[in-house]
């Protein structure tokens, strides 16, 4: 398992346990709100852009909700995506079935219903999952003195 992906893994384990699920937003009517993820895989993804998909996995949940292929452009696109929630977007290459980068979580609300920038870039690490992962390691520490000096 690649670095990236694990890091992934450890950061949809800790949002699922450290986060309850939202219930969406609706208008009024009852009609739910739908968002928009979209953008580009080009730094990473080479061409035929066919061979490559991207896959959006709700945070919360684990799952991944929605795979749309690039299109000739490298480009993606999300559309109708469940508001009050938070997302990685995975690049997947095809033929090996494998999970090449993430970038994200991208928290999608109706203040702000839509991310149409992403840029797939698996040169970096995001700061979004250093930042959990420090808060990750700081809870296990304080949980551990606590543990220590009440004994």
């Known amino acids: 398992m690649s670095i990236q992906r694990a890091v992934a893994s450890v950061l949809v384990a800790i949002l699922s346990v450290g986060t309850a699920p939202a219930l969406a937003q609706t208008q009024a009517g009852g009609a739910i709100t739908p968002g928009t993820l979209s953008g580009k895989a080009t730094d990473e993804a080479k061409q035929p852009y066919a061979d490559w998909a991207v896959q959006l996995r709700d945070v919360t949940t684990g799952q991944v909700v929605s795979t749309r292929t690039l299109n000739q452009q490298g480009q993606f696109s999300f559309t109708s995506v469940t508001l009050s929630r938070s997302y990685l977007v995975e690049l997947v290459q095809i033929k090996e079935k494998k999970i090449v980068c993430t970038e994200g979580p991208f ?6 219903p839509s991310k149409v ?11 979004a999952i250093w930042l959990l992962a420090a808060g990750a390691g700081a809870a296990a520490a304080v949980a551990i003195a606590t543990r220590s000096t009440s004994r």
Do not use: F
């Open 107 to 112: 928290g999608l609300t109706t203040a702000n």
């Open 117 to 127: 920038d992403v840029n797939i870039s698996c040169g970096k690490v995001p700061a």
